[in-house]
Every structure is written in structure tokens, then in C-alpha cells.
């Protein structure tokens, strides 16, 4: 139960829409695969009085007084992140994915630096070299790509390409792929060519934490990661890092930085100010929630709920980029069932599924109306559904898209859909 009886009282206007909001979350089924549901502490500890304080620096070395609860509470997080990931080193304060991988980009290149990031159209993300993000502006990127026929990494062509590029760092990680990424291929070929590897873990941290996927960290130079997606936390990111590297550059040097050093001054005063303490806390919530053995239950489920619902689509009749998943996420060419992930996207809105659409590996359509759809089960998981749900979520979809035209089909549809959400219900 989450009560608000002051907002209610203060601000009924912003009060009724987030009612009407949680309403939206517990009577429709979020399949966008980097949303989630968290605790009610991790809620409460968002919405404390922690918000109050600013506290530029880090723990025991502030630019402001007052701080010693708030170094106690970055302390815990830090702590936990490390305990959880196995990492030397963890920086807490990055407010969200972009503005970490933008401290890290700060902290381990010059503008004008080359680094290999996978392509936005094949499962990249905008901070991996997108010509739009502060990453392809102020850097050099050479794009890899998945094979044309399987759209899986091929990571020959990958270490052909760092070969022939001879870039600075090597970004692995993704936000639209569906398998898992050999992670120790990737830190072969960054050996190789003497790059760093920083890999950005956003979409599969969680399923990492229970050990589920290979843990980079204990190969990369720098691992990032949002908190609020599989890890199910508060909205925010985190850096973590050897403390030591091995390729001291002029740069740092001169800097007479450790890598972690580096990362650290590249978030503050590099690229943020005062950290959010309220969300900090509420981070170290989310890690001591990942460290109990029940997360790695619920990791596992998310998982075979993505087989189940990929199965279950591929049944009637989607084609599904890579032919399946391995992880949280699939992606599904609607290119058969002659509609656009636009068009694909609205009508699974009508009958309450949130999915969102999404460009497809070699796509011929823009990333505003592209040829696909991405979900994922993160979400559905955390509120107890299972297989036989998945089964179901699997036909809804379906039916829907094969009847988009007929409106009586659509409402027995949605209803449907809420009959199965009243049985799921997270927030009351
Ligand atoms: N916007 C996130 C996603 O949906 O995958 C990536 O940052």
C-alpha cells in the first residue's frame, strides 16, 4: 500500500495522476524490457528527507558540512555494489545510464578518440556511438554490427575491425539484443589491440548479479550499469572499476590518476554536481534486495518467462530476430504480419500491453516508425507470473495484432488482459 495522504491533500492534481498512473501499471501487462517494479522500500527510501541534503564530494571528502549520515548511506551502497558484482571499485553517483557512459568516455578518452560501439540499428545503444549522442559528436565511432543472416555478433568481424581501427576503447553491451554477449571475447580483442573494454551491463545487470549471465567485471577496465532495470531499483547508474589499469597514458600521468581516480573526477566535477543522496540510498536498497537468494529465484524466472513468451510467439507465427533469447528481451520483425512497429506499438497499447517499437538489425524503416517491437519479462516476473501467464500474454498479443481491425475482439482482449492483471497485483 502506498499512501500519499499530504500530496493527496496539497496537490490533488498531481495526486490523481499518479493514482491513474498506478492504475495504468497494475491493469495493463509492461512488457518494455528495461522497466521494472520496485520495493516499497526502495520507494520509501527515494521519497525521504535525504533529498534535502547536497553533499558535492565524495564520502569523508565533501564540499559541503553536515554530511556524515549521507557518507554513511554512499558508504553502504558502495559496499553492496561491490559485494554484489565482485568489483574493485564503485562510483554510486551517476544520475542515470548516458551521464555514466559519459564520465567513462571523459575519463578514458580525448575528444576526437576512436572507439568501437555496436550500432543503434543492430541492439546498440545511443551512448555507443549513436551520431546524435554526446558519443558520436565528440568521438570517433566505428560501428560493429551483427551477421546479416544469423544477427548474432560475429565477433571475427569484430576483432578484424578493432584491428584495422586501432581504437582507444572497446564499448560491449547493448539495449535490443537478445543473447547472451561473450563478454571474454570481447576483452580478447581489447588485449589485442591495447584498448580498454568498458562494458555497459544496463539491460542484464540483474540477471549478472545472480549469476545468470558472465559477470565482466572481472575482465573489463570499467563496467557501467543503470540500477532500475533487471537490478530493479531506483532510476540512476552506477560505475565500477579496476582500481589500477594497464595502460597509462600520457593523459593520465600527467593526471597521476588511477583509473578509478579518473572515473571518479569525470562524474564529479567532470560531468555532474551535487549527487542524488535520496536515490544513492535508495541504490544500496536495491543491492541488499539483489544480495538475498530469492533475487537469484527471481532472475532465473524472468529468464524462462523470456523463453516461454518467445516460444509462445514464435508459435503463432512472429518472427523473432535471432529466432529466440537467451535473456530478458526479444525483438520481433513484424515485417510478416504487414504492419509497423508504430502501428504494432498502438495497437497493443488499446488492449493495455505496453511494448515499444524498435528498429530491427539492417532495418529499412526510420527508428520513429522502424520495422519491430521489443519486450521483455522483467516486470511481468516481479509481479509473480509465470509460464502459463507468459502462454497466455504470448495469444493476447497475437490475437491482437491478427485483429487489429475488429474493436469487439479488442475488448474481450483488454478485458482479458485485466482479468489476468487483478491476479497480479504489486502496488495496492
Ligand atoms: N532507454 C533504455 C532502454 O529502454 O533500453 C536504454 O537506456
Known amino acids: 500500500m502506498i499512501i500519499m495522504k499530504s500530496l493527496k491533500d496539497s496537490d490533488p492534481e498531481i495526486y490523481n495522476i499518479i493514482q491513474r498512473e498506478k492504475e495504468r501499471q497494475m491493469n495493463g501487462l509492461e512488457l518494455i524490457p528495461s522497466e521494472n517494479l520496485v520495493s516499497t522500500a526502495v520507494l520509501e527510501a527515494m521519497g525521504s528527507i535525504l533529498t534535502n541534503k547536497y553533499s558535492e564530494g565524495y564520502p569523508h571528502k565533501r564540499y559541503y558540512g553536515g554530511n556524515i549520515f ?3 548511506a554512499e558508504d553502504l551502497a558502495i559496499e553492496r555494489a561491490k559485494q554484489l558484482f565482485g568489483a574493485e571499485h564503485v562510483n554510486v553517483q551517476p544520475l542515470s545510464g548516458s551521464p555514466a557512459n ?6 578514458l578518452m580525448n575528444p576526437g578518440d576512436k572507439f568501437l560501439g555496436m550500432d543503434l540499428s543492430c541492439g546498440g545503444h545511443l551512448t555507443h556511438g549513436s551520431p546524435v549522442s554526446f558519443s558520436g559528436k565528440l568521438y570517433k565511432c566505428a560501428p560493429y554490427f551483427v551477421d546479416k543472416e544469423t ?5 571475427d568481424a569484430v576483432r578484424k575491425l578493432a584491428l584495422a581501427e586501432k581504437p582507444k576503447m572497446i564499448m560491449s553491451g547493448f539495449s535490443a539484443y537478445p543473447r547472451t554477449l561473450d563478454f571474454s571475447e570481447f576483452q580478447k580483442i581489447a588485449d589485442e589491440v591495447e584498448a580498454y573494454h568498458v562494458a555497459d551491463v544496463a539491460h542484464i545487470a540483474g540477471l549478472i548479479a545472480a549469476g545468470i549471465h558472465d559477470n565482466p567485471v572481472k575482465y573489463c577496465d570499467v563496467v557501467t550499469t543503470t540500477t532500475h532495470k533487471t537490478l530493479r531499483g531506483p532510476r540512476g547508474a552506477i560505475i ?9 597514458d600520457k593523459y593520465r600521468k600527467e593526471e597521476k590518476k588511477n583509473l578509478a581516480q579518473m572515473i571518479d573526477f569525470n562524474v564529479f566535477p567532470g560531468t555532474q554536481g551535487g549527487p542524488h543522496d535520496h536515490i544513492n540510498a535508495a541504490k544500496a536498497v536495491c543491492f541488499k534486495e539483489a544480495l538475498q537468494p530469492e533475487f537469484k529465484d527471481y532472475a532465473k524466472q524472468i529468464v524462462k518467462n ?11 507465427g512472429f518472427r523473432l530476430i535471432t529466432n529466440g533469447t537467451d535473456n530478458h528481451l526479444m525483438l520481433i520483425d513484424m515485417t510478416n504480419k504487414n504492419i509497423t512497429g508504430k502501428e504494432a506499438e498502438t495497437v497493443l497499447d488499446e488492449v493495455s500491453i505496453t511494448v515499444n517499437k524498435n528498429t530491427i538489425p539492417y532495418d529499412q524503416r526510420k527508428p520513429w516508425d522502424p520495422s519491430g517491437i521489443r519486450l521483455g519479462t522483467p516486470l511481468l516476473t516481479t509481479r509473480g507470473m509465470c509460464e502459463s501467464e507468459m502462454k497466455s500474454v504470448a495469444e493476447y498479443i497475437a490475437k491482437a495484432i491478427d485483429h487489429r481491425n475488429d474493436s469487439t475482439i479488442k475488448e474481450k482482449i483488454r478485458q482479458d488482459v485485466l482479468q489476468l492483471c487483478k491476479k497480479f497485483v504489486f502496488y495496492s
Open 240 to 248: 565500477m572499476s579496476k582500481i589500477d589499469d594497464r595502460y597509462h
Open 70 to 72: 549521507i557518507d554513511q
Open 102 to 107: 559519459m564520465a567513462v568516455f571523459f575519463a
Open 306 to 316: 523470456a523463453k516461454t513468451l518467445s516460444e509462445g510467439l514464435m508459435d503463432h
Open 151 to 155: 544477427e548474432l555478433i560475429d565477433y
